[in-house]
């Protein structure tokens, strides 16, 4: 079966940096996606790997690694806006999304 | 960029009726729109598939007959929710997958609150 773990919580302290990781198990692999959720809202893009390394967008920025199948998000300079669900979705085979449960992130001052 | 535009944002209704909530793709055409529900503090759930111009594909446990998908243009997808109840009040998002864009797998509307009394 088709399987995406990404831890359900984790906190973190304003101006600080957090590593949030993803590792997945699907049938193929087009490449992976990170969103950001705001609680009432619609899913927001943030990036996209589909080769491994490091992709950097401003404070935030993801890595792949494809032979281990993980992933993780990287936000620096931590700040309350960015209290949110991120959610972690690999693209199948069939080009269809698989998403992970989400990691819940909260900011404290 | 791509933009989906998704109508009501909110609705509240009596027991019984039927919410038929529309997803639009404004500068793309979609073949194919996405369905999706969420629970309060749950991760997207895809309800169904919808393929422009032909049956929508069902998730397992989802009601096709409750749940009703239309996707008669290319730019168009609707969902009716019929007979709604309390239990399916819910937020419901839908997104459109653009070919022309290898960047992002779908694009997203804002979402549906729907909340039945």
């Known amino acids: 079966g088709q399987n995406i773990d990404q831890p359900t919580e984790m906190t973190a302290t304003e101006g600080a940096i957090v590593q949030i990781n993803c590792t997945y198990q699907?049938?193929?692999?087009?490449?992976l996606f990170w969103y950001q959720q705001h609680a009432g809202e619609a899913p927001t893009f943030l990036s996209y790997?589909?080769l491994d390394g490091l992709e950097e967008k401003g404070r935030f920025s993801s890595f792949l690694s494809r032979s281990k199948g993980y992933s993780y998000l990287l936000l620096k300079e931590l700040q309350m806006k960015d209290s949110a669900s991120y959610l972690c979705?690999?693209?199948?085979?069939?080009?269809?999304?698989?998403w992970g449960a989400g990691t819940k992130l909260i900011i404290k001052p | 960029g791509a933009v989906v535009s998704q109508h009501p944002s909110w609705v509240i209704c009596k027991s019984g009726t039927s919410v038929k909530i529309e997803c639009r793709s404004l500068?793309?055409?979609?073949?194919?729109m996405f369905w999706y529900r969420q629970f309060p503090k749950q991760s997207l759930m895809l309800m169904a598939t919808?393929?422009?111009?032909?049956?929508?594909?069902?998730e397992q446990g989802v009601e096709k007959d409750k749940f009703l998908i239309n996707h008669a243009s290319l730019t168009l997808s609707t969902l009716t929710v019929t007979s709604a109840h309390p239990e399916d009040s819910s937020f419901y998002i839908c997104?459109?997958?653009?070919?022309?864009?290898?960047?992002?797998?779908?694009?997203f509307g804002d979402g549906t609150r729907l909340s039945i009394l």
């Open positions: 500068d793309f055409q979609a073949t194919t």
């Open positions: 919808s393929n422009e111009g032909s049956k929508a594909t069902y």
């Open positions: 790997n589909v």
């Open positions: 699907t049938s193929g692999f087009n490449g």
């Open positions: 997104s459109a997958r653009d070919l022309g864009d290898e960047s992002q797998p779908q694009h």
């Open positions: 979705a690999v693209l199948d085979s069939n080009y269809q999304l698989i």
